[in-house]
């Protein structure tokens, strides 16, 4: 990878935690000197964004791009690590992040299968049902009728985890060396985690085999049900499953207003997940709330998918 790609990344890095003031953090040590160096040299970056640490934290990472966002994930889950004012804001980086266009979306699937999506589906949304870090997800329809769900990369994607990977795990060296107050936050190994798990995630067979795995694990289960996958419409870059229909997990005045008995639904969850660690030894590894819905169809008998 050529040096001037990485200064110009990095810069570009140093020049968004200005734009967001999110240096207002750093109140010690050469890295405040190096930022407030930088701010002087680009007067424009004094003005304040609108919004608390917090969101402005979610800002910056959408613009600097999807492996951020990615990073941004991860951290929201992490609340017994990180305060309510940053977690709370990053957990609309699960499924809502800026969509590529319709229109472009179709034309990377084009490239993806080969030939165009008039010629594989019946029907196909331009508008995405959901927009996350790495991928994005239309609905669409078989030409069987049945109604599916692709999720595709987003172009240029190996590039940019490639550049951005290395980026952040030097980055964590530095603060975790030069920073004592945020060693307790272990950035270094949280960065190689996520650097495993990003660099696993841009392989979808790899995505559609474990759901697969998943499916035939609860193929028989009144508390969890996985969407079946289509394997002859799978690739590398983009998967195609079963459309499901449910509540998110998170939206819990929905959840009361349909009914569900929420003592139940938790009462499953803990053996949801126990039956998957204990008796599959296969267990889902991303459960935040933008991947869990719940059938309310029977209320007092909810059904996780």
Known sequence: MKWWRQFWRLYQ??????????????????????????????????????????E????????????????????????????????NPLQALQDRVPPVDGVDA??????????????LFAEFDTTPLASASVAQVHAAKLPNG??????WLRPGIERIV?????????????????????????????VADYRRTILDELDLRREAANQAQLHRNFA???????????????HRRAMVSERIYGLGVGDIEKLR????????????????????????????????PGNIFVDATHPDNPKYI
């Open 13 to 54: 890095i140093q020049a968004t935690l200005l734009r967001y003031r999110l240096d207002e953090v750093v109140d010690e040590g050469i890295l405040r000197w190096w930022l407030k160096s930088l701010r002087l040299m680009q007067p424009w970056l004094w003005r304040r964004p609108p919004g608390d640490y917090g």
């Open 56 to 87: 402005r934290l979610r800002d910056a990472l959408v613009h600097l791009g999807p492996v951020f966002v990615k990073f941004g994930q991860l951290i929201s889950t992490r609340k017994d690590l990180f305060p309510d004012e940053i977690t």
């Open 106 to 119: 179709k034309s990377a699937l084009a490239e993806i299968f080969g030939q165009p999506v008039e010629a």
């Open 146 to 151: 049945e109604a599916v769900v692709i999720k």
């Open 162 to 190: 490639a550049l951005d990977v290395a980026l952040m795990k030097s980055v964590s060296q530095f603060l975790h060396r030069r920073l004592p107050k945020i060693r307790r936050f272990r950035l270094p190994e949280v």
């Open 220 to 234: 028989d289960s009144e508390d969890l049900y996985i969407p079946k996958v289509y394997w002859d419409y799978c």
């Open 257 to 288: 207003a349909a009914g569900v008995n929420m003592q139940r639904l938790a009462e499953k969850g803990v053996s949801v997940f126990f039956t998957q660690v204990f008796r599959d030894n296969f267990f889902h590894a991303d459960m935040h």
